[in-house]
């Protein structure tokens, strides 16, 4: 019998254990207020508390909205409203996360002078982090995570959660270089040297922490070099960036050897950039095969390759003007673009108080142009008169016709062939008649005499002529 309850009791022992590291656990909370008093208003703050703990969410929920609609004046008001948020937030879940943002941010708003509210905005940022995808996969959670971690370093500074938001910035803004470099090597590979360099440039000025930089930076002086002698400068730029802020890139030896096919010289390594590199080869860990194999079926993306040093962009990516938009005559810079000039256009917009080309030219649209093989099949129709006097004004002072204003809208294949054969077949229509009148013309003397004018001798007698019998 003993035995049996000994083992009885080593299997409850061990499903225990199992258990509690499946994650059933009681999670304490982080912030609990150990004041110990039995006001009614920290009882129900207590009570909310232990309710989260054991994930009664909706039930603890209830419990502090009570709290703050009965007790507006109370000290745990704050800490009741934050919990709220932890509450949805512990509850996760697409509805829970999203609500518990939104709870994040009214905290933010109503109590921005709070300690508790760098918390709040540690937790929006962790929100986003932990929903973001590969870098082969929609942006759109890592862009969302980039902003509010930026948000927390701009305005809490000097926050506890600053150093680990800090590592949590450059590992998003790692992946959202590995989606444009991704993107640039793409158009790299089909040919389009442009559209790669518009994008190598904008990534490796964004994201200089980028793990592959080094390697954006070489196939950037590549998509230089082949599109011709005019971007030498911008290719020797490249290789010189490369060998200058990344000297322990494997690219430097070919990168010194383009610079000094080009003769242009060769910069020295700055020493602040080798300290960073180096410091980020010690520390950068290797994962193993089996997180190799598991990473196929995860869906957040693998940042051991994020830098560990070095200070994150805090500024937000703004994409270029492309290198293959012509500058202008003037050479005058682009707005927001330095270094690139401003393309060439026929648009012009100004302010005029004179609206004499309103009122006196017609609308184009009204007077549509008359299609040019019908001008130009029947030169001799009885149109033809009829357009040249009302090209004519009263005084008889001819002037040029009326030409149509200028459309943004050119036609389609598809309405240049209909509009040819409409005009195709007005010719025909008008070769008929004409036709017609012709031979009209030449069969009217063989008509009988009977039909001809009768001499006055012929003519018979007037009606006053009495009636023979």
């Not at 995570?145 to 910035?169: G, M, W």
């Not at 256009?345 to 309103?358: H, P, W, Y």
Request: proline content about 9%; charged content about 25%; overall charge neutral.
């Amino acid at each position: 019998m003993y035995p049996r309850i000994l083992h009885n009791l080593i299997a409850v022992a061990a499903l225990a254990g199992l258990l509690s590291s499946c994650g059933i656990r009681r999670h304490k909370y982080a912030d609990p207020i150990a004041k110990n008093t039995q006001q009614p208003d920290k009882v129900l703050f207590d009570r909310a508390i232990n309710d989260i703990e054991h994930s009664r969410y909706e039930i603890a929920r209830l419990t502090l909205q009570t709290l703050i609609n009965t007790y507006d004046s109370s000290e745990y008001l704050a800490k009741a409203k934050l919990a709220i948020a932890d509450s949805w937030f512990r509850e996760g879940g697409a509805h829970g996360l999203a609500q518990a943002e939104a709870e994040y941010k009214d905290f933010e708003l109503f109590y921005p002078n709070m300690e508790e509210a760098a918390e709040a905005q540690e937790r929006v940022c962790d929100i986003h982090y932990k929903q973001m995808d590969k870098a082969d996969r929609d942006p759109l959670h890592a862009v969302r995570a980039e902003d509010e971690c930026r948000q927390l370093l701009l305005q809490y500074p000097n926050s506890k959660f600053a150093p680990e938001t800090q590592q949590k910035l450059r590992n998003v803004q790692e992946v959202l270089a590995a989606h444009e470099y991704a993107a640039a090597v793409f158009y790299h590979h089909k040919g389009a040297m442009p559209a790669a360099a518009n994008r190598l440039t904008t990534m490796v000025d964004q994201y200089p922490l980028f793990s592959q930089a080094d390697e954006a930076l070489w196939t950037l002086g590549d998509a230089y070099d082949r599109m011709g002698d005019r971007f030498e400068d911008k290719s020797a730029a490249a290789y010189t960036r490369l060998v200058k802020d990344y000297p322990l890139s494997p690219r430097v030896p070919a990168a010194k050897e383009k610079l000094q096919a080009m003769k242009r010289p060769v910069p020295e390594a700055d020493p602040v950039a080798y300290a960073r590199m180096k410091y980020d080869m010690e520390n950068r860990t290797s994962p193993s095969k089996v997180n190799r194999v598991m990473d196929t079926f995860r869906r957040n993306p693998d940042t051991h390759l994020a830098a560990k040093g070095g200070s994150p962009s805090m500024t937000i990516l703004r994409p270029g003007i492309p290198v293959s938009v012509p500058v202008s005559p003037s050479g005058a810079a682009a707005p927001g673009a330095a270094g690139t000039g401003s393309a060439p256009s026929d648009v012009t917009i100004g302010l005029t108080n004179d609206t004499k080309e309103l009122d006196t030219r017609p609308d184009a649209r009204t007077n549509p142009p008359a299609a040019p093989a019908a001008a130009a099949a029947s030169p001799a129709s009885p149109a033809a008169p009829a357009a040249d006097v009302a090209a004519k004004p009263a005084d008889g002072a001819a002037v040029a016709p009326q030409q149509p204003f200028a459309t943004n809208h050119p036609l389609s294949e598809a309405d240049k062939k209909r509009a040819m054969k409409m005009a195709q077949d007005k010719a025909k229509q008008q070769k008929k008649a004409q036709a017609k009148a012709i031979k009209a013309a030449k069969s009217a003397p063989s008509q009988p005499a009977s039909t001809t004018p009768q001499t006055p001798s012929a003519q018979p007698a007037p009606a006053s002529a009495p009636p023979q019998n």
